[in-house]
């Protein structure tokens, strides 16, 4: 097992380029110094499904920050809090930037973990036939650090590390004794794996304590390379659940089968109708408003993907043809089918005809896609398929009414977001990366993930952009999620040359 998880890092690690520890920068001795502060924070379980958790987190985050001179204020919703820190030292005239962490991970099956806690960290290097290998965390204190070592713990990279890299980048602000050259606002998010369901309403009911110029998002794993990288925008995303009725109990596919229809051959050839065989939406105006001109489609080649090797890393022979490249794909709305049940399998298989199946399917949005509009689009087909939609379960009397019936519902919208390259925010950023690592960062116009940091870009009005700091192959929501070191040390100093370079 453990050889298999070294075969598969490294497959997911395609590319990435090795980078030294910058241990020349002012950044580097509280980089260090906080690596057992980070342990710390892992320590602490953070499945959002668990109040009383998350409630020791917000207790140990709002103690860190009112230490580093902020002021909190919790930011009460029906379930858990934000945290909301505002930077004591106020400066006048000055603009002020948000900057957004979240703090929860994803659940944890223990019994697919290579450690005996997935919340207590563990260091591990490489060994050649061996895998990953734990060693002592003492050695975080030797003279020279490996950057390709891993710290494994749930939300090493996603997205607790994040937030200490930020603690750690102040820690060398305050020892140089420099000041910030802008007003600062931290917002913590304790919700996010969940989907931030009541962020919203929470931004809306604090919009002027939230007030801000610009939006700085630290989340999300850097282009595949591990090189400085941006993001200018992230997908949008809502779900959809088909269920399509057959007869009202499963059937004996002996005295049945050829006779009663089949809700699991019916909801194949449903979606089957919705995409051609090269996986574009066959659905009518569902790319409506989107047109990559000549500028676009240059930015996006001038992305450093290998194509190759991506699909080495997928393990497919061939790809959907939305879009020329994997970057094009990334700015249209997708239509995906994340799960599809119907009667039993494996050892549970039986001879009948199902009497239901059902169809999970997610719908990723871009700025130019309205998701309402969408889901709208996907009903509208089903109708012309010949399908009675319902909201609810079918009676016998409406059973016989209608020869299609499913019952279709979805959850709410979470819009996609775009800042443009050469925006004040857009260039700001470029230019401070740029300067602290001496070259230009890899530039994503679109990540291909979801961020729940809609509501403070419409709500606020403000531009937003993501500066992704770890490793791309770390195993985010799965077991053995881990952080490079080296990512670490980078996030540090990405972070402290954001914070001393002026936002004009």
């Not at 199902?354 to 009903?379: I, M, N």
């Not at 004040?424 to 960062?441: E, M, Q, R, S």
Request: hydrophobic share 40%.
């Amino acid at each position: 097992m453990q050889k298999y998880l070294v075969l598969l890092l490294s497959i997911l690690y395609v590319g990435a380029q090795a980078q030294p520890i910058d241990t020349k920068h002012s950044s580097y001795r509280h980089a260090r110094a906080s690596l057992s502060k980070l342990k710390t924070l892992l320590a602490i379980p953070n499945d959002a499904n668990f109040k009383e958790d998350i409630e020791l987190n917000v207790a140990w985050c709002t103690e860190q920050l009112e230490q580093y001179g902020f002021s909190t204020s919790r930011l009460e919703t029906p379930s858990v809090p934000l945290l909301l820190g505002n930077y004591k030292k106020q400066l006048k005239g000055k603009p002020t930037v948000l900057f957004y962490f979240h703090i929860d991970g994803q659940p944890v099956d223990a019994q697919f973990w290579f450690q005996e806690n997935p919340y207590d960290a563990v260091l591990k290097e490489q060994q050649e036939a061996e895998g990953w290998v734990d060693i002592d965390w003492a050695r975080l204190e030797e003279k020279k650090l490996n950057p390709e070592w891993r710290i494994f713990a749930r939300s090493s990279s996603d997205d607790k590390s994040p937030f200490v890299m930020f603690l750690a980048a102040l820690d060398a602000l305050n020892a140089e004794g420099k000041s910030l050259p802008y007003n600062l606002k931290i917002i913590l998010d304790f919700e996010e794996e969940k989907g931030s369901p009541n962020l919203a309403q929470a931004v809306r009911d604090n919009k002027a304590a939230l007030a801000s110029d610009a939006l700085l998002i630290y989340d999300g794993p850097k282009h595949l390379r591990n090189e400085p990288t941006i993001a200018y925008g992230a997908r949008g995303i809502t779900t959809m659940s088909i269920k399509v009725f057959g007869p009202t109990y499963p059937l004996h596919s002996g005295h049945y089968g050829n006779y009663a229809p089949n809700p699991a051959l019916r909801l194949a050839k449903l979606l089957a109708s919705m995409k051609d065989e090269e996986g574009r939406v066959l659905i009518s105006g569902y790319y409506d408003g989107i047109e990559l001109d000549e500028k676009t489609k240059a930015i996006l080649a001038a992305v450093p993907d290998d194509e190759q090797a991506l699909r080495l890393k997928l393990g497919v022979g061939e790809v959907d043809k939305v879009g020329n490249s994997y970057q094009e794909a990334l700015q249209y709305p997708s239509l995906n089918i994340r799960g599809f049940a119907s009667g039993w399998v494996g050892k549970e298989a039986r001879t009948i005809v199902p009497a239901t199946a059902l169809a999970e399917v997610d719908l990723r949005l871009v700025v130019e896609s309205d998701g309402a509009r969408l889901k709208q689009l996907v009903r509208q087909h089903i109708e012309a398929q010949g399908y009675h939609i319902m909201d609810s379960k079918p009676n016998a009397r409406e059973r016989m009414q209608h020869e299609k019936i499913c019952q279709i519902s979805s959850r709410g919208v979470t819009d996609a977001f775009r800042t443009d390259f050469d925006s004040d925010l857009g260039i700001w950023v470029f230019n401070t990366i740029k300067k602290g690592f001496g070259a230009a960062p890899i530039r994503l116009r679109t990540m291909g993930g979801t961020l729940p940091t809609s509501p403070f870009i419409n709500t606020l009005d403000v531009p937003a952009v993501i500066v992704p700091l770890v490793n791309s192959d770390n195993n985010q929501h799965s077991p053995n999620e881990n952080l490079r070191l080296g990512n670490y040390f980078d996030g540090v100093k990405t972070i402290y040359e954001l914070m001393v370079s002026p936002l004009k």
